[in-house]
T-cell receptor, first 115, second 116 residues
């Protein structure tokens, strides 16, 4: 596909369970970002991967959140021991690094509901 | 600490009229600004951007204005069409000295409704 894809599109889980969210960036894009949008809020930055550099984890809200990017492509965001406040739409974006200003292309998001 | 603010959560405009969406920012390190449009159940899509070295950028019906001294930008849509009804997010980016891209800081969005 030409765009960023994310799976699953919807995830309902019980409080305390772990979840994994997947992102497939646009082929050739070296930068990958995770954001989340809680109800009525803007997009909140979580983590940023750029090539083989160490990721920028400054936006992760707690140590229950982690992400990895294997082979410089697919990324997985893991939330351990989910809490109700984790309920949000989790969005992934990717961009190339050509040029100074790099448009980020977003996937459709994963809607996470923690009961 | 909201560095990018969209103070109007919603805006309704008659078809054919001008829509003006506003955005304020506080971080003087921001030097690139973007507008994204989001339909329900879809990810945001890039609409238009402006570098801090400019004060206006125009693309068809969409124009973005930047007032650096006021730390304010606005998106004008004219004429507005019912298909423009969506949530519009203002976003800003600060480039680090090496020039590599960094994350976007988003506003909370404005729901635009264009009435037929």
């Amino acid at each position: 596909g030409a765009g960023v894809s994310q799976s699953p599109s919807n995830k309902v889980t019980e409080k305390g369970k772990d979840v994994e969210l997947r992102c497939d960036p646009i082929s050739g894009h070296t930068a990958l970002y995770w954001y989340r949008q809680s109800l009525g809020q803007g997009l909140e930055f979580l983590i940023y991967f750029q090539g083989n550099s160490a990721p920028d984890k400054s936006g992760l809200p707690s140590d229950r959140f982690s992400a990895e990017r294997t082979g410089g492509s697919v990324s997985t965001l893991t939330i351990q021991r989910t809490q109700q406040e984790d309920s949000a739409v989790y969005l992934c974006a990717s961009s190339s690094t050509r040029g100074m200003y790099n448009e980020q292309f977003f996937g459709p998001g994963t809607r996470l509901t923690v009961l | 600490d909201q560095q990018v603010k969209q103070n109007s959560p919603s805006l309704s405009v008659q078809e054919g009229r001008i829509s003006i969406l506003n955005c304020d920012y506080t971080n003087s390190m921001f030097d690139y600004f973007l507008w994204y449009k989001k339909y329900p159940a879809e990810g945001p899509t890039f609409l238009i951007s402006i570098s801090s070295i400019k004060d206006k950028n125009e693309d068809g019906r969409f124009t973005v204005f930047l007032n650096k001294s006021a730390k304010h930008l606005s998106l004008h849509i004219v004429p507005s069409q019912p298909g423009d009804s969506a949530v519009y997010f203002c976003a800003a980016r600060a480039l680090i000295s090496s020039g590599s891209a960094r994350q976007l800081t988003f506003g909370s969005g404005t729901q635009l409704t264009v009435l037929p």
